[in-house]
């Protein structure tokens, strides 16, 4: 749904009107077949669903801590501060580790990328 609203967002600020009910079925018909040309074109995704991920909790644990921290400015070695960097180290050392993790099971294993052969 983040994704069709943001399309009809653009729609309207590019064409300053209202979307119809046509414009947007038609907008939500063709981010369908966008995402079905991906799952189809790309049947290999699994194999690097835990690398992305990986990334992905370095983006969704360590960095709000930093941010918190640099918005906030609370005292040094507080309660607080002391949680943040805990979570910020536990959260890039684990993404670290699974990175490498999946990184090591995809030289391993091999990736078989077959583009439209599912």
């Not at 966008?34 to 799952?39: D, K, T």
């Amino acid at each position: 749904m983040p994704a069709c609203d943001n399309a009809e967002m653009v729609y309207i600020t590019k064409t300053q009107k209202p979307c119809s009910f046509f414009v947007r079925m038609m907008l939500r018909v063709l981010l369908g077949l966008v995402c079905f040309f991906v799952a189809v074109g790309f049947s290999f995704l699994p194999y690097l669903a835990v690398l992305i991920g990986a990334i992905g909790l370095l983006v969704t644990s360590t960095y709000p801590c930093f941010m918190w921290i640099s918005i906030k400015q609370p005292q040094w070695k507080t309660l607080m501060w002391l949680l943040n960097v805990l979570m910020r180290s536990l959260g890039a050392s684990l993404s670290v580790l699974l990175v490498v993790a999946s990184a090591l099971r995809l030289a391993d294993k091999g990736l078989h990328a077959n583009f439209f052969k599912p």
